[in-house]
């Protein structure tokens, strides 16, 4: 093997990587090939305790959840910083990942092990950091976030960000940054009063930094009082929702939707497994549509090379099984879009470890059939969403498969498409759909002609606003 390219990995692996090849001292591709040589060795285990594998299909893991809103919380160096350690968990009491970070004056008030502990990640504080430099680490702590909140800002602080200094790491993420930036001040009522402090809110404030305070009320100081108290964690973390999640406008505001994509892994054993073509472009093109139509959308989606979507809540997972189990965790929802091409069987008894071959031919396989969840959810009493949509991919006799499926499932809508290999349409960008719909006893087809996965997205979610308006 000449060379090694690292690539397809999600983000939170190539972090590992390159966090253990910093610590080492060696480029991420020389560590990869340190960990394929302790693999080879037996002693992958323990030699990759900070790297994840992302891939064991004979195995049942945790479902993957992401697309909860970032906060990057950088803590500045006041009394108030204690303040700050609970703002810490009322963020994360709403759902908000929170990633700190600590000026040196900071740190002679709490510590960068309190913040991390409360946080459950690491706590940064030096802009020369070897574990995170090396790979220019306070550009991606300003890129990588949904948010930054500056609390407590002192004067200080504030006007190293008026004038545009960056010589300390939290300065560096602040110009850096091309995010949002909520600034909650706290000083003495005199600086918070000073000509100098007026003209840098005011600078800030032009620049498009948001504030929330300063309050009233007594000082650390004895015998203080007046405007300049930081605002309490429970106000910050309520103006931070705010931002991170603004009131939803669009024809679906207020629907809850549930949506599955891609394919679905069934192991047979650790290194092969069954699967379909399918690529989750065109149910990952919903739940954006979905999503800017004000919906508030959870994706759940089998093993694909797809970017999760802004604004939408993704889980990952590999098996039927474990789709089923995730999608009854997500009910109730309003609309339910079954756009996954799940795997209709799986290995009965999954191999523990590789089947090899023998002089006795192939071994055998015992199929079993996998969880209907289209059929499941379609049929339920309780907690049935008010419009279930099924898709019907098939090869062959188009209208026909789609009808009976319809009519079987007992769902309301079916998309059919054909996947045939002439037609492009797995892996591809382009879609040609019917939509039927069930009234009574009669099937409607609407017919649709040639467009982008993205536009066949676009009218499905017009006609869902149409018929649940």
């Not at 930094?209 to 930081?230: D, L, Y």
């Not at 472009?281 to 989606?301: D, H, P, W």
């Not at 474990?322 to 756009?339: G, H, K, S």
Request: aromatic letters at 2%.
């Amino acid at each position: 093997m000449a060379s090694l390219t690292v690539r397809k990995l999600d983000e939170d692996l190539k972090a590992s990587l390159r966090l253990r090849a910093a610590k080492a001292g060696r480029s991420v591709e020389d560590e990869v090939r340190m960990i394929l040589r302790e693999a080879t060795e037996g002693t992958v285990a323990a030699a990759v305790s900070p790297v994840r594998s992302t891939h064991q299909p004979h195995r049942s893991r945790a479902p993957e959840v992401k697309g909860l809103p970032r906060v990057t919380l950088i803590i500045g160096g006041g009394i108030a910083a204690y303040k700050a350690l609970d703002l810490i968990r009322r963020l994360k009491e709403r759902d908000i990942h929170v990633r700190c970070v600590m000026t040196r004056a900071a740190q002679q008030f709490v510590t960068p092990l309190t913040a991390g502990a409360l946080a459950d990640e690491r706590c940064y504080t030096d802009l020369f950091d070897a574990q995170s430099e090396f790979d220019a680490g306070h550009i991606r702590l300003a890129r990588d976030t949904d948010l930054i909140i500056v609390a407590p800002a002192t004067a200080d602080l504030m006007a190293k960000m008026a004038q545009g200094q960056a010589d300390d790491l939290a300065t560096a993420i602040l110009l850096a940054t091309n995010r949002q930036v909520l600034v909650a001040p706290a000083m003495n009522p005199l600086m918070w009063a000073n000509a100098a402090t007026k003209r840098n809110v005011a600078q800030l404030a032009r620049d498009g930094v948001a504030f929330i305070g300063p309050n009233s009320g007594e000082m650390a100081e004895a015998n203080e009082a007046g405007v300049g108290r930081m605002s309490e964690p429970t106000e910050i973390a309520i103006a931070a929702d705010a931002m991170l999640r603004p009131p939803a406008t669009g024809p679906l505001a207020g629907k809850k939707i549930l949506i599955t994509a891609g394919p679905t892994h069934e192991p047979i054993d650790p290194v092969r497994y069954i699967a379909n073509r399918s690529s989750g472009k065109q149910g990952f093109a919903i739940a954006v549509s979905a999503a800017e139509a004000g919906a508030e959308v959870t994706l759940i989606s089998g093993p694909v090379d797809l970017d999760d979507p802004a604004g939408v809540r993704v889980i990952r997972v590999e098996s039927a099984r474990d789709m089923l189990a995730e999608v009854e965790r997500a009910l109730p929802a309003d609309i339910a879009i079954f756009a996954a091409a799940v795997a209709d069987w799986r290995i009965a008894n999954a191999g523990a470890q590789k089947i090899k071959k023998t002089s006795a031919g192939m071994p055998p396989l015992q199929l079993v059939e996998n969880p209907d969840i289209l059929a499941t959810i379609s049929k339920l009493k309780q907690n049935r969403p008010s419009l279930v949509i099924g898709f019907a991919a098939e090869t062959q006799n188009l209208i026909e498969n789609a009808t009976s499926k319809l009519k079987r499932k007992g769902c309301d809508w079916i998309v059919a498409n054909d996947v045939s290999p002439a037609s492009g349409v797995m892996g591809g960008d382009r879609n040609t759909v019917h939509v039927l719909t069930l009234d009574k006893a009669n099937v409607a087809v609407d017919s649709w002609p040639v467009m982008t996965k993205e536009e066949v997205a676009d009218a499905l979610v017009a006609k869902i606003a149409d018929t649940t308006a």
